[in-house]
């Protein structure tokens, strides 16, 4: 457990330090707007992640251009448990991911290319800080046993911070002048603090008594991801 929290304080030091680092790299940028010669008539837009509104997210953010062609953007959003999805990844994944709810919070700044002359599309790049909350409140999950015919069933719960990285490339299609369409994709890293609470068990489910197991397991990793998506955007 000291382990644990040694790792959460070191962390939360390295997060500090890169958030700082993030804010004057959005100060720089937001310096240097003088630099652009375009004109952009609204300089507000909010938008909505279609991709994980569908998914287990409900989702909205705020972008606010302090240039033509620079901008940062907030989102964030509440992560609700999908049982459709859940039941359907059963069979070929033992994720608990579509399970848990939550919360998100992401900050990102954006640098758009000069839109070609007489084109509807306008790309650009994009770096963003992630940090999101989730858990599950105690429950029965069946894990089948390798090389057998049964399953053993834990009841337990789970909370995870979440701390990322992401690096986007994105397109933007003026539908008008109010609204816009947005699709991206991107690669990123993600540290994450988990805790983990193994209730009870049957060793087989539906058929063995119930034992009191009380373990608690704490852990941390670090993994790469992949991001891809579409937004709907309201310009103001």
Excluded at 45 to 63: D, K, Q, R, V
């Amino acid at each position: 457990m000291n382990t644990f929290l040694k790792i959460c304080r070191r962390n939360t030091v390295v997060n500090f330090r890169f958030f700082t680092f993030f804010l004057s790299l959005s100060l720089f940028a937001m310096i240097s707007h003088a630099q652009d010669t375009e004109v952009r008539r609204k300089k507000n837009a909010i938008n909505t992640n279609l991709t994980l509104s569908a998914t287990n997210e409900f989702n909205i953010g705020i972008e606010r251009y302090f240039s033509p062609r620079k901008s940062i953007e907030i989102n964030g959003g509440f992560v609700r448990a999908n049982p459709f999805l859940s039941d359907l990844t059963k069979s070929w994944s033992n994720t608990q991911y579509f399970y848990e709810s939550g919360y998100t919070f992401r900050l990102g700044l954006k640098f758009y290319k000069k839109r070609p002359e007489e084109s509807k599309w306008q790309d650009y790049i994009s770096p963003v800080l992630l940090y999101k909350y989730l858990f599950f409140d105690p429950q029965w999950f069946e894990n089948p046993i390798e090389n057998s015919d049964y399953s053993e069933c834990i009841y337990q719960k789970r909370q995870r911070s979440k701390y990322g990285f992401e690096f986007l490339w994105g397109k933007v299609y003026s539908l008008n002048n109010s609204f816009d369409f947005e699709l991206y994709y991107g690669v990123g890293i993600r540290a994450a603090m988990v805790e983990r609470t193994d209730i009870s068990k049957q060793d087989t489910c539906g058929v063995s008594p119930i034992r009191q197991l009380d373990f608690v397991d704490n852990s941390f990793y670090v993994r790469p991801s992949i991001h891809g998506g579409a937004k709907f955007r309201f310009n103001f």
